[in-house]
Each structure stands twice: as C-alpha cells, then as structure tokens.
C-alpha cells in the first residue's frame, strides 16, 4: 500500500493522468518499486505502448488462428488465450497438470529484449571473456563441462586450451550480415507441405540438432547454412558433422564444450567452424533449443522466417519429420511466444494452415511504432541507458576491441554498413543475468 502511495504522488506530481493510470497498472502487474525515481514516460511513450497493444491484438486475432489477445492492466501486459474448445494434451511430468490455454506475457519485455537482439553478437568470443571483469575465472568456467574440476580457471592456460577450438577473436557474424534467413525446426508437421524449394531460396538456413536432411529434401530443402546443437546433439558431434560432410554448415553449440567434443573435433577431424552461442536472458517464458535458434537468426539476419514447428491448431503428438515422437513441452505455450513474436514483426511463421509463401501478416506494427515502443519500454523497465539517443547508451562495460583481426567473410551487404555506421562499428555484446539488461560493448581501437 505505501508502494501505491508513493507512486500516486510521484504521478500527481507529474501532473499527468495518463502517468497516473500507468503507474497503476504496473504496480499491480509488474511489482516495480518506485523508491528511488520517478520514470518519466513522456505522453508519446504511453500512446506508444497503447498503440503497440492494440496493434498487437488486431495481429493476434487476425493472423493467431484462433488465438485472441487480451489487455492485462498495465500497458505492456497482454494474456495470449485459446479457443476454450482446444484439447490441451501436453501434462507437466512434475505435477501431472495438463497444460493451461491462457498465457501472461510481457509485451515491453519482449519488444526491448528482442529488439536488442538484433543488434547484438550471439557468438562467444576471446574478445568477450577478456573484456568481461572476472571473465577467465568465473564466466570461461561455466562454459567448460566438468569446470568444477578447473577450480574456476585457476589455470587460465588450461581453460584457454579446452575453449581454444570453439573461440574466434572477434565475432564472425555482423548484425544484418544476412538478408533472409529460415529457420527450420524438427515438427513431424513439415510432411504436411513441400517446403523445400521454398527454404531453399532463403540467404541462410539455420536448423537443429540432428535433424536430417537427406531423404528429406522435398519437405526441408538442402541448404544447411548454420545448425543449433543442444548438450545431447552435441555430444554426437561426429554424427552430427557426417550427416553433413559435402556442406560447411557452421556448428553453433548452445551450452558448454567438453573434453570428449575437443577430442573429436581434433581426431575425426570435423573441419566445420564449431562456436558457443551467447545468448539474452528472456526468462522462464522463452526456453528451448527452437527459440535460440530464432534468437540467433535474428542478430544476423534482416528477416527471419519459421518452418516446422509446431503452431497450428490441433497438434496431436510430439511427432517429429524424421524420428518417433519424444517427450515434448509446454507446447501451447511456445505456439502463444511465436505468435507474439510474429506479432511483433520478428519473425514470419510458416506451417501447413500457412502454406501460402506470399501470406501477408496483416497488423504488423511497423518499424516507427516498434522503435517509440521500445523506447517506452526501456525506460518503464529501467534498461541501462534508457530514453537515450546514443546508440552506445546501453552498454554497461565498454572495452577496447582486440587488436587481432576477425575472421570475417566480408561479402558485406549495405545494411551492414549502414548498421556499423549507426553503431560506430561497437560490437555489443548480451550480459545473462545483469539486472537492466546492459550490454557489453567493444569499439573501435582508433
Ligand atoms: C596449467 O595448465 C597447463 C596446460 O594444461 C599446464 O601445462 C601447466 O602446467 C598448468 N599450470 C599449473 C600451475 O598447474
Ligand atoms: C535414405 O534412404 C535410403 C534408401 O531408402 C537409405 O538407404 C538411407 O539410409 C537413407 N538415408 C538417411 C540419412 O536416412
Ligand atoms: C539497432 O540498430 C538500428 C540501426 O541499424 C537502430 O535504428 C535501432 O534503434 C537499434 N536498436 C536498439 C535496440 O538499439
């Protein structure tokens, strides 16, 4: 109740209903504390976020094949519901509940997140653990299986030499480097339609795990640009690599590196380029290899377009295109986060109820509303830098870049150039766990 009080007269003071209202809701909705400082939402952020909101709606029910998005009581939040006759059929192995038909999402929370994604480096990288404070003792440890047994990287030479395989100076991506990219999941719903020549058209395909492709061609098309491995696909490495020996799919491993993953990459050898991603922080609402896949697309791709994954009405099993049906889940819950994600203009799904390839999303919120949207989210959420014009105003630890080159495949397009002017050639990088999202930046010696 003081909260309550404190945040009435910090509005009052302001003089702004509109604040007023606002304040209110998220009191409510998002438990922020308001001991230290007022935010200042301008009434251009709340019409902003009111706009993003009824936008994001009109997109859910017009494209969400059946799904309908309701206002929570502050502005960002917004309930993702399913028709009340959908059969949900995926039960939680822990308390045997099946699972919900509603779902509770941030939509501030996933335009400023997101968005930042698209500027950011997804790959780890020498640069990186030098620049981040305690790097080589805390951070390179985590990425290291077995790293109780370093002792923290006590001996840095020995944690530089088990990462030495999987870590490039620089990053080798740039954000835009790409224009079109798929990415393809495993859902046994890819059958359903020749996709193939289709995917085949894109700039990059990004798949996962040991999904195959051959024998498959008609339904997944063939090219391979970049494939996301999970801990247990990534122990199979040498599989994983001889599926795709004509190709030199770029391997990008979401957890840590082991010995016995060294030890293959030296011996079979596999000549692919193997890194470790580095990815944001989203919560418990975004999990699972199929979203990192799509968080990775986006920080090199212009566009990034889904296939295969489960999201239209009906889903039956966890069938997947080339194998039997595994334990899945929360599979409502992701159908809801894609749609969101389409809804914001992250991504294009595609799926056998989607099949037409020149399907307009309609009610997309375009890019002016994205951008003031973002910016009121920033600055309700307290992001580092918030509200600010400088692109480099996000960036809680900036370092200088390391002198040795990137290796870099500089077939640059000019939506790379023009993002690097914009950024001043910064290389930005996602810190997990930091409070408002700060980022880690590295710039330009001179
Ligand atoms: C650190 O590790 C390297 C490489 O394994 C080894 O050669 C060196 O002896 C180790 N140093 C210490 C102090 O244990
Ligand atoms: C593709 O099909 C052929 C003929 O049915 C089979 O011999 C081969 O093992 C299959 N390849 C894969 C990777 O499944
Ligand atoms: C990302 O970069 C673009 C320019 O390429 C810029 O317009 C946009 O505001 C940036 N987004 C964030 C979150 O900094």
């Not at 780890?124 to 047994?149: C, H, Q, S, V």
Request: glycine share 8%; hydrophobic share 40%.
């Amino acid at each position: 109740m003081k909260l309550l009080r404190f945040a009435f007269a910090i509005a009052l003071a302001s003089g702004l209903t509109a604040i007023l209202i606002y304040f209110n809701g998220l009191i409510y909705i998002n438990g922020v504390s308001f001991q230290n400082a007022a935010i200042h939402l301008s009434d251009k952020d709340v019409e902003a976020l009111r706009n993003l909101r009824t936008t994001f709606q009109k997109c859910v029910s017009a494209n969400g094949l059946g799904l309908e998005a309701l206002s929570g009581r502050g502005y960002c939040d917004v309930t993702l519901r399913f028709p009340s006759d959908t059969l949900p059929k995926w039960k939680d192995p822990k308390t045997g509940e099946l699972e919900g038909l509603s779902f509770e999402f941030n939509l501030c929370e996933a335009v400023a997140t997101w968005e930042q994604v698209r500027n950011s480096t997804t790959i780890l990288t020498r640069e990186f653990i030098d620049a981040l404070p305690n790097g080589w003792k805390e951070y390179a440890w985590r990425r290291i299986n077995k790293g109780i047994l370093l002792n923290q990287c006590a001996n840095r030479t020995l944690c530089e030499e088990k990462l030495s395989l999987v870590l490039p100076e620089r990053p080798p991506y740039l954000p835009r480097q790409f224009g079109s990219c798929a990415v393809i999941g495993n859902s046994g719903d890819l059958l359903k339609t020749k996709f193939g020549k289709e995917i085949d058209g894109y700039d990059a395909v990004v798949r996962e795990n040991g999904a195959p492709i051959q024998n498959f061609t008609e339904y997944v098309g063939t090219k391979s640009t970049f494939r996301l491995l999970n801990r247990g696909s990534a122990k199979a490495l040498d599989k994983v690599a001889e599926l795709y020996e004509r190709g030199k799919e770029v391997l990008i491993i979401k957890t840590t590196i082991h010995d016995i993953m060294n030890k293959m990459i030296r011996e079979v050898p596999i000549l692919n380029p193997i890194y470790l991603m580095l990815g944001a922080s989203f919560g418990s609402a975004a999990k699972g290899t199929g979203l990192k896949a799509l968080e990775f697309a986006l920080s090199i791709c212009d566009s990034v377009d889904m296939y295969g994954f489960t999201v239209d009405p009906g889903y039956k099993e966890w069938t997947r295109y080339f194998s039997e049906s595994r334990q899945g889940h929360t599979p409502l819950q992701g159908r809801a986060y894609y749609q969101m994600m389409e809804c914001l203009g992250l991504i294009r799904i595609h799926s056998p109820m989607r099949a037409n390839p020149n399907r307009a999303v309609k009610w997309v919120p375009d890019r002016r509303l994205i951008l003031a949207a973002r910016i009121a989210s920033e600055k309700l959420l307290r992001r580092v830098g918030a509200g600010s014009g400088d692109p480099l105003s996000g960036c809680s630890i900036i370092k200088k870049q390391s002198s040795r080159k990137a290796t870099r495949d500089l077939s640059i397009r000019s939506a790379v150039i023009e993002h690097q002017k914009y950024a001043k050639a910064t290389t930005m990088y996602p810190l997990e766990h930091n409070p408002g999202h700060g980022l880690l930046c590295t710039v330009p010696r001179d």
